[in-house]
């Protein structure tokens, strides 16, 4: 594990549950010691890279304090230590979206001490297909602009899968756990706990679908799924995670195996 990843990820496990003067700390550059990050190439800006990670922390804690879910690459790349694009959150009813929207900038201004008009969750786009009902927002505060994917609770159709187990993870009140996915029941095929090791060492586990899977797929629904499989194992391997195993088909396999099953059929028939 390289010693900013390391860094990194104590930090976040301590901005888990950090009381407000300890979030002001590292959001002004003051942290103690066994707080700073180190490690880091020089041409990377920290003051930025810890208000952003201070300002999407409490976003989520917002969101788990009030029954909604982190889910998705932001639960992966925290427990990581991993530089994250966006955050996901889900949550049980539109009621709840709004209730978390109004009480968003003065849950800021308590625990970071800004001022909540300095804070915005602005909505950029409502009803995003993917694979739910999803609300497009983007989190501006100061300098900073991250985005942010507001979704409905429920069982998740596969479409896309999650591209690896860890992909699979969500953060709740109850810690961090498997998110309930509508897809092969053999998964996931690890516990919790073993998935985190790996990610504290940047390792993950590709997941590829299962015969199953690709079974209930269109043909334009496997082609979509193999390119994100694809493009997400890409991605993240040059981001620093490395992928110790595969489960699962890859397209070509399930296609090996369908197109045998057909020369059988036909040739018994015949």
């Known amino acids: 594990m390289s010693l900013h990843c390391q860094c990194l990820r104590t930090l976040r496990q301590h901005l888990r549950t950090a009381h407000a003067a300890e979030l002001q700390q590292v959001l002004h550059g003051t942290a103690p010691p066994e707080l700073q990050l180190r490690g880091f190439p020089t041409d990377v800006d920290l003051p930025q890279l810890l208000q952003r990670d201070v300002l999407a922390m409490v976003l989520c804690r917002l969101a788990v304090l009030q029954d909604g879910e982190v889910y998705g690459g932001f639960v992966r790349d925290m427990l990581a230590g991993l530089h994250w694009a966006d955050v996901d959150l889900s949550f049980a ?9 109004q009480t968003l ?6 625990l970071l001490g800004l001022r909540s008009h300095a804070v915005q969750l602005v909505l950029l786009h409502k009803g995003f297909p993917y694979p739910t009902k999803v609300y497009r927002h983007e989190l501006r505060c100061q300098t900073h602009v991250i985005p942010v994917d507001i979704s409905f609770h429920g ?4 479409r896309p899968l999650p591209a ?8 709740t009140h109850a810690g961090v756990q498997w998110r309930p996915l509508d897809c092969d029941p053999s998964t996931p095929l690890t516990s919790v706990d073993e998935i ?4 504290r060492d940047q390792c993950d586990v590709l997941r590829r679908p299962t015969l199953e899977e690709w079974e209930r797929m269109s043909a334009d629904e496997r082609r979509a799924a193999d390119s994100y499989v694809r493009s997400k194992k890409a991605a993240l391997s040059q981001r620093g995670l490395t992928f110790v195993a595969e489960t ?11 197109h045998g099953s057909e020369a059988s059929a036909t040739t018994a028939h015949a």
Do not use: N
């Open 93 to 101: 009813s539109e009621y709840a979206i709004t209730k978390f929207k």
């Open 105 to 110: 900038p003065l849950y800021f201004e308590m």
């Open 155 to 158: 069982r998740v159709h596969c």
């Open 164 to 171: 690896t187990l860890a992909s699979g993870l969500r953060w």
């Open 196 to 199: 985190a090791a790996l990610l």
């Open 248 to 258: 699962g088909l890859s397209l070509g396999e399930f296609e090996a195996l369908t």
